[in-house]
């Protein structure tokens, strides 16, 4: 069964500690890893697509990696408005159907001052 | 600013009530999907247009209707709603539904629902 799973569920960082928010997937016919940024009562903001292991993004204080079986969202000196859910989601191909984007549980990220 | 619009921001409604609600987007987009969100859960897909045609139905059930009117419009009918219904719902669109590509959404701000 397709599967992405998002850890950790929570991160409180203080601001100027960096760290990384993990996606790991089993996802058959993969065409892309993609993630999204939520703010909350808001849709998700999307970020970065990567497609190939060995790939990389970079965005403001973001960065994102991808390898065979993971793909990392590295947070670089986070500030306070860098506070929000981070979604990573695999896109799977389905026959006559079209992308099917399977979404982790998410990463809330709180950076306080 | 989102350049897909969904209205309303927030809807009230009573198990018998029938509402609508609508989605926006003209930025030529060819694929239009109806997600369903809990609090702290992420999107469920309910529904994917592509090319105005109805391609995937994630077996919702039928007091939820969708249509596509046309390219830019998307409407998701509500009938005969249960409590357990209430949620954020989000409408997205991309630029094609069958290539790579097809994973880089642009969602709306949300109808939060309310059913009572």
């Known amino acids: 069964e397709d599967q992405v799973t998002q850890s950790p569920e929570a991160l409180r960082l203080q601001e100027g500690e960096s760290s990384s928010l993990n996606c790991s997937y089993t996802?058959?016919?993969?065409?892309?890893l993609f993630w999204y940024r939520q703010d909350p009562g808001k849709g998700p903001e999307f970020l970065f697509t990567?497609?190939?292991a060995g790939e990389e993004k970079e965005k403001e204080r973001l960065k994102a990696t991808l390898t065979k079986k993971e793909s990392f969202l590295h947070i670089t000196a986070p500030k306070p408005e860098d506070s929000a859910t981070y979604l990573c989601a695999a896109l799977s191909l389905v026959y006559n159907q079209g992308g099917k984007l399977i979404f982790g549980q998410g990463t809330e990220l709180s950076v306080k001052p | 600013d989102t350049e897909v619009t969904q209205t309303p921001k927030h809807l009230v409604m009573g198990m018998t009530n029938k509402k609508s609600l609508k989605c926006e987007q003209h930025m030529g987009h060819r694929a239009m999907y109806w997600y369903k969100q809990k609090a702290k859960k992420p999107p469920e897909l309910m529904f994917v247009?592509?090319?105005?045609?109805?391609?995937i139905n994630e077996s919702v059930p039928s007091r939820f209707s969708p249509e596509c009117p046309n390219s830019s419009l998307l409407n998701l009918h509500l009938h005969a709603l249960q409590p357990e219904d209430s949620a954020l719902y989000l409408c997205?669109?991309?630029?094609?539904?069958?290539?790579?590509?097809?994973?880089?959404?642009?969602f709306g701000e949300g109808s939060r629902l309310t059913v009572l």
């Open positions: 996802v058959s016919g993969l065409r892309g």
């Open positions: 997205a669109s991309s630029r094609t539904p069958d290539r790579d590509r097809s994973g880089e959404l642009f």
């Open positions: 990567l497609y190939s």
């Open positions: 247009y592509s090319y105005e045609k109805l391609s």
